[in-house]
């Protein structure tokens, strides 16, 4: 809260406090015995805020609270190595890559290039 809220709560507070002065004792008694009623029956909510909000700190507690950000990060980073292990088996870059250099360092003429059924040959040649 802001300097112009609590100074709102305050004057919201003082007008609350005066209109009690004009009440009788037992009156007064008897909401001040049913505020604490009510406040006995409210329990706390828990508060829970993203990670980046401030004083995450004060608000995380205990390992379950620690295990439900842990948890998605594991799953996520390993799903991320799985897909780089398998990328890098998978070795279809490398076929590219060989296709060029065959194609390059080869002594061919242009119209070989051209050539509709060149593609072919290759595959065949490749195998």
Do not use: C
Request: overall charge neutral; proline content about 3%.
């Amino acid at each position: 809260m802001n300097a112009r809220e609590h100074e709102f709560a305050r004057k919201i507070a003082l007008a609350l406090d005066q209109g009690t002065r004009d009440l009788d004792r037992g009156t007064v008694a008897q909401l001040a015995a049913a505020r604490e009623q009510a406040l006995s029956g409210m329990r706390a909510a828990p508060a829970w805020a993203p990670a980046w909000a401030g004083q995450w700190t004060s608000r995380v507690g205990g390992w379950t609270s620690g295990l439900r950000y842990l948890l998605p990060m594991a799953v996520l980073l390993l799903g991320l190595m799985g897909i780089v292990y398998w990328q890098a088996g998978n070795g279809s870059g490398n076929e590219l890559a060989e296709i060029d250099v065959r194609l390059l360092t080869d002594d061919l003429p242009i119209d070989a290039y051209l050539d509709k059924g060149f593609d072919s040959w290759l595959k065949r040649q490749s195998r």
